[in-house]
């Protein structure tokens, strides 16, 4: 059957004429770029990058490659050998898309790859930011998550339209007597026993009026099964306690910590209470679940039915489920039609593949109510990643509901009702901005 190109149009136009509520990056602070020697390989810090590292790039080749000392040319010759393995994944494509619409060359290669680097480099002579996130991505709010991220310098940065969000990950996983120092230090506090880190904690939650935090977010699958079971404070008071009776040998950098398993019920009933001062404070917590970036993970700890008994337990606390929860789309979506407080948040799935986005959010009109659904999140450290995902975003929107269309599902106003309100409506409400 042709495609109604009509209706196909307005669509489109309607869905790309959106604003957009941005619910998770990592961009990096603008003044930082500035002062950065940018080229090409700014593209490859993330997901493009980690599937050069999967088609067969050496760990060592790819810090050459980063390093900003390390002369284009040379980069390119470290690149272009695996260049043609990768540029068939969505994240390429995806890159490929913003580079063709924000520095006009179609390819990266031998003949584009020293220009391009020109061009990214004049954008430190203008508001690239804004021209990029509200000019050309009518994005009017971004959630940001800075912290635990190497690159980041500053953990917030001086936009209004971008927030930042809190992560205490690192200190749920203190594992030795060197991490309590490093918090001693932080919050200017001595530390004797559990009761006075989890003081630390509520400070941070007192002072979220000045800091501008908007959500809590937990990146832990990385590290750990997000299975948090019910543990008491005497039981976790117990593991603080043992860190004390860890060596520390100076100088000579070495350190005794204690393993994953001892430190289970004290990371539990951390978590638990993250989500108790999350509730109290009126934030959202927003969690990691599904794949992961970078290499040699276990995915199987990043289960989102593993969260339902804090699901069950916080009714009063809005869940904001992260990446689909994918390979666990389907298990992510039985959870969400029964809780209330679940939002299905679709971040990140756009640049792993854009067929992926629509065949979820395809399930997702048809069983869970548009209320609770999150259609976009870049997860990018580079605006030009955030251009690319919303871009993708947009596209694949358009193309569903034309289906859907089609299919007599909806109406042309139902369908663009909402792409309103999973871009912009939804998160928009959730979060209070
Ligand atoms: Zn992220």
């Not at 809190?166 to 309590?180: A, G, Q, V």
């Amino acid at each position: 059957m042709l495609r109604d190109e009509k209706l196909y149009e307005e669509i489109n136009e309607a869905v790309f004429s959106l604003p957009i509520f941005d619910t998770h990056e990592h961009l990096l602070d603008e003044k930082d770029r500035r002062e950065s020697n940018l080229d090409f390989s700014l593209f490859f810090m993330q997901y493009a990058g980690t599937d050069l590292l999967t088609s067969g790039l050496t760990e060592e080749e790819f810090v050459i490659f980063q390093d900003p000392k390390t002369d284009v040319q040379k980069k390119w010759s470290c690149f272009s050998k695996h260049w043609p393995n990768i540029k068939n994944t969505s994240y390429c494509k995806l890159i490929l898309e913003a580079i063709k619409d924000l520095y006009g060359f179609e390819d990266i290669n031998e003949k584009t790859f020293i220009e391009l680097s020109e061009k990214i480099r004049k954008t430190r002579d203008v508001n690239w930011y804004d021209r990029v996130i509200k000019d050309k991505s009518n994005i009017k709010m971004v959630l940001n998550h800075l912290e635990n991220i190497p690159q980041a310098y500053n953990t917030v940065l001086d936009r209004e339209d971008i927030r930042p969000v809190i992560n205490l990950d690192e200190i749920i996983c203190t594992c030795c007597r060197e991490d309590i120092l490093e918090w001693e230090k932080r919050f200017n506090i001595n530390i004797y026993k559990l009761q006075d880190l989890l003081g630390a904690i509520d400070g941070i939650f007192a002072e979220k009026d000045e800091t501008g935090y908007k959500a809590v977010k937990t990146t832990i699958a990385y590290m750990r099964s997000l299975q948090f079971e019910e543990t008491t404070f005497e039981e976790a008071d117990k593991v603080f306690s043992g860190l004390f009776k860890l060596k520390s040998y100076g100088f000579l950098e070495k350190k005794d910590f204690l393993s994953k398993d001892e430190l289970k019920p004290l990371q539990d009933y951390m978590v638990h209470y993250i989500i108790q001062k999350a509730v109290e404070h009126d934030l959202p917590v927003q969690i990691h679940t599904g794949i992961f970036e970078l290499l040699y993970n276990d995915v199987s700890n990043s289960n989102p039915v593993y969260l339902t008994n804090l699901f069950f337990k916080y009714k009063k606390c809005k869940f904001d489920i992260f990446h689909a929860g994918y390979p666990y789309s389907d298990q992510l979506i039985a959870v969400c039609k029964q809780f209330p407080n679940v939002y299905f948040n679709m971040c990140w799935i756009v640049g792993i593949s854009a067929s992926l986005y629509k065949d979820i959010l395809n399930r997702l009109i048809e069983i869970i109510p548009s209320n609770k659904i999150f259609g976009f999140g870049g997860d990018y450290m580079f605006v030009e990643g955030l251009y690319g995902s919303q871009k993708l975003a947009r596209r694949s929107i358009t193309e569903l509901l034309y289906r859907k269309i089609e299919q007599k599902y909806f109406t042309f106003e139902e369908s663009i009702d909402f792409a309103e309100k999973i871009l912009y409506l939804n998160p928009k409400k959730v979060y209070g901005l």
